[in-house]
């Protein structure tokens, strides 16, 4: 038996299987085994583990939690119970990971504090400092707050720092080629994890780096150390880092410009000065903060345009929450391609214990996910984030961001309503307005929770007099300031950047302030970084290249500077405020400026360093290159480098599959057919044209459906090439998906015509699993032609063959479609019983997975229609609106919907039959409209509305050669007609039926016709 107390609470078994133990028995394992070995008496045990409950019941309780722990282990003798006390005792059958990380650390101190003169053995230093690592995997007992548990987690948590301390500091003595190095930087990485704002531990990393030989890296836990010391404290780094700081800028070739006390300066390094202006729209912030904290999911929406202050606004709001003890997380967009599908949400997620994200569909596939699998996947990441509460969670530049992920926050809000969470959204104003798409999904979330707009303007005069004397001269008069505040617009980034530029120049002496562009803000961004040094530049154009942040090791690599140069420049950029240290490596400080960098390079040029970031993140991510497939398909793209371009592309395309965002997915997909078109015509281009169009025909289909517009004309183009190579296999699967885009928008003769061409190739191919799959095509259109006896032996021959494994285009599984449709053709045919059968088979076939399951139910209920059994429809149609309400199966869905409505009747039912009616058309879906409109009539009472709805019917069903259902639509028709006309009217309708062999709607006419009075 193990008892897990780091990271988690859990009772885990030898086979490492769970032990049927409860928190509480866990709770008293802990305690005990925090004072392992000395004897604790009960009435303590009890008081501890239960505070709130007398004593008498609280010796009850632990009576209850022995009897349950010496069951777990008997026999063990880890726990030795008296009558009065409790004593834990650590054993080979009963282990708890607690006293493991103590003895680790009591080994680590014994062998550097008792080492030989030449210091501790290497070998033992390194098993020990990854026994240390590996053990303490998180918080002790996460999640519980009794008052023993907080103190007992903050003693181990203490412990655990002192033990990374220890190990660091001895490491730092070791040869710099020493093993031991590789876990004393984790534990360094790790202490500062876990207390980032004490100085000692991002000194001590620092100098471990240094010694190492890794500079740049000691550079980036400085810059990291400052940072998260301004932002939380509002302080700089003290004497011993920035000492540090001036003795590795020494060493990489160069001293700072700056005293080691001014290491950064805080007016150009960003760090946080009190906000200018915004009291309103921050005190409007708070207050939704406070809404949210207290009544549950709330939306902020900061919008205004690019250097309006955006960000600086939503970083005091994020102060404020954290003060509060809030956790926070931001994630976002970026307007340069090559994004991970979903980022922002995994950056929200990143900040977790560590635990992994839900699978999607297998490491190759491209196919697209079934809707209800992605629903699983999306309700999983939702319920992480709820669990995240209360929180903060920010989403910059929402105009960049991912459809996928904005789903997810539409999920978030619809699911989670009393989440505890604020989510804070900024984007472009102008955004807003030019994307449709875009403002259509904000005006939704509006309507699904509670949402503040807050709009970033101009500062007044008087607030841009503030911050120009703040970032210029405070000496400067009044009408200066004006002057700057008329030039810029006002805007806070023009400002700042206008008043440094005009300063600097001032007491440079270099050029008059009438020669300075301080009225055009891209021609100001411009001049602050031709100022700068040449390798500063040249870094700058590295990192606007990447198009997020870009990690120390690949701006060294890509930058193609030494050690010593790229330190040098990377400082430069720092304390000019041009680069920030982030989560991540370093990013502008503002997405403008990254612009203008960008700008700085020639086009020849701009392609080598996209080339150079390509071949750097290849270095870098070696095996693991899938989680930068999407950057490095969009470096490769720039660079001119097509071929890479796609296979990158194509490996985002999977990428985002298995996080099932289909958008980003479909985008990358795009993107790979587009560079395919830059390479010369031949087979082999075409053969990868293909493979590219196979995987966006499912994408498209998962996505938008098979009335797409876009998905039809994929496949149209995928027919010509499969056509052009003469490959018969991927020409019948293309034409089978033609065949889909074709049924299921009602153009049934174009259908049929599609579905033999399917069957043809795949006949030619030699494959009898594409001729089944054809031969279910063509059956299926056949019976709605109005041909059932014909569909039926198609079906039959498809049914013939073994498909168990076997997925359509249209995700279904042939072996459940063909019979559920074969099902139909039975009813049609007279055989009820084969009907009834074929139906029952269909949902045993089915058995439980979501998609098959409603499929089967939808097709079973439209045939306990046709054979008139409400008693057995009212079952199916119950069970199918729970399964299609469970998992999101809009088009099932709207059949039971109209089923349920034709069952109910009167004016509900009505109501219920145009909803889905209306959904159907709206998505374009045009098979079986007849049928669903001669519902409508059935439950309509007005007669004239009535005919009116079944003229309707007839119509569609004779313009798509919708044929089957159309003897009953005109027998209905004929019904309602005037006493004269009814005759003639059915008579027709029987021959209808009877040339199509439907014998279940030929004997309804009949006996329509028999109940007509005599003459």
């Known amino acids: 038996m193990r008892f897990l107390l780091l990271g988690e ?90 006293l493991d990380l103590r003895a680790t650390v009591a080994g680590l101190r014994a062998a550097v504090e008792g080492a030989r003169p030449d210091g501790a053995p290497e070998e033992t230093l390194l098993a020990l400092g ?31 720092v002192d033990a990374c301390d220890l190990l660091v500091g001895t490491a730092t003595g070791l040869d710099p080629s020493s093993p031991v190095h590789g876990p004393a930087l984790d534990a360094a990485r790790r202490r500062v994890r876990l207390r980032p704002l004490e100085e000692a531990g991002h000194v001590a990393l620092m100098r471990l780096l240094a010694h190492v030989g890794d500079v740049p890296g000691a550079l980036a836990a400085y810059h990291r ?124 997620l990143a900040g977790e214990p560590a635990r992994p994200l839900p699978s999607g569909p297998g490491k190759g596939s491209t196919r697209g996910a079934a809707s209800w699998e992605r629903l699983d996947f999306v309700r999983d990441l939702v319920r992480r984030l709820a669990a995240s509460a209360p929180a903060v969670l920010v989403m910059e530049d929402v105009q960049w961001v991912d459809q996928d992920t904005l789903d997810l926050v539409s999920s978030l809000a619809r699911w989670e309503p ?23 999904w904000t005006a939704g979330v509006r309507t699904q929770v509670p949402t503040l707009v807050v709009r970033t303007g101009p500062l007044t005069p008087s607030e841009g007099r503030t911050l120009v004397r703040r970032h210029g001269d405070e000496r400067w008069d009044d009408d200066r300031c004006a002057a700057l505040h008329a030039a810029t617009g006002g805007f806070p980034l023009h400002l700042v950047e206008a008043a440094r530029l005009l300063v600097r120049h001032e007491r440079a002496g270099t050029l008059p302030a009438a020669d300075l562009p301080t009225g055009d803000l891209r021609g100001v961004l411009t001049h602050r970084l031709t100022v700068l040094g040449g390798a500063a530049q040249q870094l700058a154009v590295v990192a606007a290249a990447v198009g997020r942040s870009a990690s120390l090791p690949l701006l060294r690599l890509a930058g193609g500077l030494d050690d010593a140069t790229t330190v040098q420049a990377l400082d430069e950029l ?86 099932f965002a289909a958008d980003r997915s479909i985008e990358s997909l795009r993107a790979a057919a587009l560079q395919l078109q830059a390479l010369p015509a031949g087979p082999a281009r075409d053969r990868d044209e293909l493979d590219c169009l196979h995987d ?40 089978t998906g033609l065949w889909g885009t074709d049924y299921v928008r009602g153009a049934n003769r174009q259908a049929l015509a599609t579905a033999e061409a399917a069957r043809a190739a795949a006949t030619r191919s030699g494959d009898r699993v594409r001729v089944a799959v054809g031969r279910f095509a063509v059956g299926a259109t056949l019976v709605h032609l109005g041909r059932p006896r014909d569909g039926l032996d198609e079906l039959e021959g498809a049914i013939a063959e073994d498909l168990t494994s076997f997925r359509l285009a249209v995700g279904s599984r042939p072996e459940v479609h063909a019979r559920a449709w074969a099902a ?52 199916l149609v119950d069970e199918l609106a729970q399964q299609c309400g469970r998992y999101e199966l809009g088009y099932y869905g709207s059949w039971g919907e109209a089923l349920h409505g034709w069952i109910d009747g009167g004016e509900a039912g009505a109501a219920r039959l145009r909803r889905a009616i209306t959904d159907q058309r709206a998505t374009g879906v045009g098979a079986r409209s007849g049928y669903f409109l001669s519902l409508l009539a059935d439950v309509t009472a007005d007669p004239s509305e009535a ?48 040339a199509q062999g439907s014998r279940l709607l030929a004997e309804r006419c009949r006996l329509s016709l028999a109940d007509l009075p005599e003459g």
């Open 9 to 98: 609470r859990a009772a885990v078994q030898q086979d490492g299987s769970a032990a049927p133990s409860s928190p509480r028995t866990v709770s008293l394992v802990a305690y005990l085994a925090a004072h392992a070995g000395v004897p604790q008496p009960r009435a303590t045990v009890a008081a501890a583990l239960w505070p709130d409950t007398a004593g008498a019941q609280a010796l009850t309780n632990l009576r209850r939690e022995l009897h349950h722990l010496r069951r777990l282990f008997a026999g063990d003798g880890c726990l030795q119970v008296t009558a009065t006390d409790l004593t834990w005792h650590d054993g080979p059958g009963c282990t708890v990971d607690l």
């Open 130 to 160: 990854r026994d240390l690592l590996g053990t303490y995997r998180g918080d002790l007992l996460p999640g519980l707050d009794d008052g023993w548990a907080v103190d007992l987690r903050a003693q181990v948590e203490q412990e655990f």
């Open 225 to 348: 150390c400052a940072r998260g010391l301004r932002d939380e404290l509002g302080v700089d780094p003290g004497a011993a880092a920035q000492s540090l700081l001036a003795e590795l800028l020494g060493r990489a070739g160069g001293a700072s410009e700056d005293p080691p006390g001014r290491a950064v300066r805080p007016a150009d390094a960003g760090e946080r000065d009190p906000l200018v202006g915004r009291e309103p729209e921050l005190a409007a912030l708070v207050s939704q903060l406070d809404a949210a904290t207290t009544s549950g999911l709330r939306v902020a929406l900061v919008h205004g345009e690019a250097g309006s202050g955006k960000s600086r606004l939503v970083e005091e709001l994020l102060a404020a929450a954290r003060r509060r003890g809030l956790r926070t997380a931001t994630g976002g967009g970026h307007a340069m391609g090559g994004a991970v599908a979903m980022a922002p949400v995994l950056d929200w």
């Open 418 to 440: 009393t989440a505890r969470l604020l989510l804070v959204l900024t984007a472009r104003s102008g955004a807003l307005e030019e994307s449709t798409d875009l403002a259509r």
């Open 574 to 659: 720092c304390r000019a405020a041009v680069l920030v240290e982030r989560p991540g490596g370093y990013d502008f400080t503002h997405d403008l400026l990254r612009d203008a960098a960008y700008e700085l390079a020639t086009p020849a040029r701009r392609a080598l360093v996209h080339l150079r970031v390509g071949e750097a993140l290849e270095r870098l991510h070696g095996e693991h290159l899938e989680d930068v497939a999407a950057l490095l398909g969009e470096q490769y793209s720039r660079a001119g480098l097509p071929e890479r371009a796609v296979r990158h592309l194509r490996e985002a395309a999977r990428a985002a599959g298995r996080v």
């Open 696 to 735: 966006l025909a499912a994408v498209l289909n998962a996505r938008h459906g098979w009335t797409s517009p876009s998905l039809r004309s994929t496949l149209e183009r995928a027919q010509e090439l499969a056509g052009r190579l003469h490959d018969d296999p991927a020409l019948a699967d293309v034409l």
């Open 824 to 875: 139909h053709a039975r009813a049609l045919l007279g055989d009820t019983d084969g009907a009834t059968t074929a139906s029952q088979e269909a949902l045993d076939r089915a058995g439980t997975h979501p998609y098959d399951r409603a499929l089967a139910l939808a097709y079973a209920a439209v045939t306990a229609h046709l054979r008139d059994d409400r008693h057995g429809l009212v079952p």
């Open 947 to 994: 005919r009116a709805v079944l003229d309707a019917a007839a119509a569609n069903a004779r313009a798509q050669e919708d044929l089957w259902w159309l003897p009953e639509i005109e027998r209905r028709r004929g019904l309602l007609r005037p006493t004269g006309e009814r005759r003639p009217a059915l008579e027709a309708a029987l021959e209808l039926a009877t």
